[in-house]
């Protein structure tokens, strides 16, 4: 079955500080993959996507590639701000017509702390 | 535009105690999709629906858990007899469906069930 693999955590940097977090992959065929990201008290909402081999996911800053040799999906943001501290969860989805398109498979989540 | 609403926020029960969820997904979303959320986990599928259809139930679902949407539009999930491992956050997400590789689900705030 599909499966998502998140570096443990929790991480913390201080601001202006360089962000990864690693997410590896288990899926059949070509899977959509996602960033969620919940912050404290707030549900959880789609940080950023991508569909297909090669893309680029970008939104506020955190950008992610879809490497399907590696299968990984890793985060990054150049400089993060006490603002994007917030659990992150890699997530990915099987195709349409295939039997896991549209339940989402979640990592287990990373906590992200930024310190001013 | 309202997001996915989720009533109650919390619940706590005592053990042998049956609860019921209501969701209210995004209105023009055909899908609907309920997730459980453990401490320190990421959500896991429970079950979805496609308009009153319910296409799908993960084997975490055990015969205590029922949901239905009876109309298409708001959903609820029952459990019966619950017990202390019921304890978590009930996700629930809606989206729609489409030709499209993937669709995106937004997520309501979650409804939080502590069985003591």
């Known amino acids: 079955g599909n499966s998502v693999t998140q570096m443990e955590g929790p991480v913390t940097l201080s601001e202006e500080a360089f962000l990864t977090i690693n997410c590896t992959y288990t899926a059949t065929g070509y899977p959509s993959l996602f960033w969620y990201v919940q912050y404290p008290g707030e549900g959880l909402q789609l940080l950023l996507k991508a569909t297909k081999a090669d893309d680029k996911g970008s939104n506020k800053g955190f950008e992610a590639t879809y490497r399907k040799e590696t299968t990984s999906f890793h985060l990054e943001k150049g400089s993060v701000q006490v603002s994007d501290s917030a659990v992150y969860f890699c997530a990915l989805t099987g195709v349409a017509g295939g039997t896991s398109y549209g339940k989402l498979t979640f990592g287990q989540g990373t906590i992200l702390t930024v310190h001013p | 535009d309202t997001g996915v609403s989720q009533d109650p926020r919390h619940k706590i029960t005592k053990r042998g105690q049956n609860v019921t969820f209501r969701c209210d997904p995004i209105s023009e979303h055909n899908r609907l999709y309920w997730y459980r959320q453990t401490l320190g986990q990421g959500p896991e599928f429970l079950t979805y629906?496609?308009?009153?259809?319910?296409?799908?139930k993960s084997r975490l679902l055990s015969d205590r858990f029922s949901a239905e949407r009876p109309k298409g539009s708001f959903s609820t999930l029952e459990i019966q007899r619950t017990e202390q491992g019921d304890s978590a956050m009930y996700l629930c997400a809606s989206s729609i469906s489409g030709s499209s590789s993937y669709n995106e689900q937004f997520f309501g705030p979650g409804t939080r069930l502590t069985v003591l």
């Open positions: 629906f496609q308009n009153e259809a319910q296409l799908e």
